[in-house]
């Protein structure tokens, strides 16, 4: 049997009875750690708890499923992911595979980005676009792919999740603040007003903790301000339902006049 477990948001307390069950049953956990962490506890503590033996994956590891599905061929393995299960593409590339070897498969879902910011920000899931991802940039390496997914979605009215590169491996999360500036970047080049400084967005850390943070305005104001610590992410509105301006008022502290545009 090979489980694959979400951990949820922020802390190992996120986590389902149902999952705690499962993890209390298997010969062996694999953690992968690199897509999203849980940045409010210590997942050796939930290890502690269930006394099992634990062994976290680097990216190779896991794109090279080999080694979690040679495991589930013959024992009980959970594969654990911080947030939702399956959400990320090598995550169900590895799913298919169980599926192809005819390896039983349990999945059980933990809470989500995708549905938490969202929420917190008062705006309407279903009126969001395509999510896309703000990378840390490198040498050779600036891909304007996010800005375009914001214009297009922009271009239909619908809302964007943007979500910030994580790099695990070398501590290292990108902040709303960076994303604002590799978006203002790309801006200065193709000035086609998708990220100018007057553009509404909202930025959001901790998600999943007892005090998130969630602060909206324009552009050039939300640089400015301080998410704290890791994980953060950012919505771009598009356009809003009387109920949407309202929530973003009260929850993310939007001025009522910045939103009179996106009405």
């Known amino acids: 049997m090979l489980y694959f477990i979400g951990l949820g948001l922020f802390s190992e307390d996120d986590l389902s009875v149902k999952a705690l069950n499962a993890l209390k049953s298997v010969d062996c956990v694999y953690a992968e750690f690199y897509t999203a962490r849980l940045m409010g506890g210590d997942i050796n503590n939930l290890m502690d708890k269930i006394d099992v033996d ?3 994956l680097k990216r190779e590891d896991v794109e090279d499923n080999n080694i ?21 593409t090598t995550h169900t590339d590895l799913y298919v ?4 070897r005819g390896i039983d498969t349990c999945v059980i879902h933990g809470s989500s980005i995708f549905s938490a910011a969202p929420g917190l920000s008062g705006l309407q899931g279903y009126k969001f676009g395509k999510t896309t991802t703000v990378p840390f940039p490198d ?3 600036f891909p304007h792919s996010p800005y375009d997914a914001i214009k297009l ?15 695990a491996h070398r501590d290292r999360y990108m902040t709303v603040n960076e994303a604002i500036d590799y978006l203002r970047r790309i801006e200065s080049e193709r000035n086609e007003g998708v990220f100018s400084d007057d553009r509404i967005v909202v ?3 901790h998600a999943g903790s007892d005090e998130p943070i969630v602060y909206g ?12 610590g890791p994980l953060h992410c950012m919505i771009v509105p598009g356009d809003l339902h009387f ?3 309202e929530a973003l008022i009260t929850l993310a502290s939007v001025d009522k006049e910045l939103l009179e545009d996106y009405l």
């Open 153 to 167: 979605n922009s271009d239909n009215g619908l809302h964007t999740l943007v979500l910030l590169d994580i790099q």
């Open 217 to 228: 305005g324009k552009v050039c104001d939300v640089l400015e301000h301080d998410f704290g």
């Open 97 to 100: 595979e169980a599926k192809n």
């Open 139 to 141: 040498e050779g390496f």
């Open 243 to 245: 109920m949407e301006a």
């Open 68 to 88: 979690v599905i040679k495991e589930a061929m013959n024992k009980d393995i959970a594969f654990v992911t911080a947030g939702d299960s399956l959400m990320a």
């Open 54 to 56: 634990f062994i976290e």
């Open 203 to 205: 930025g959001i850390a």
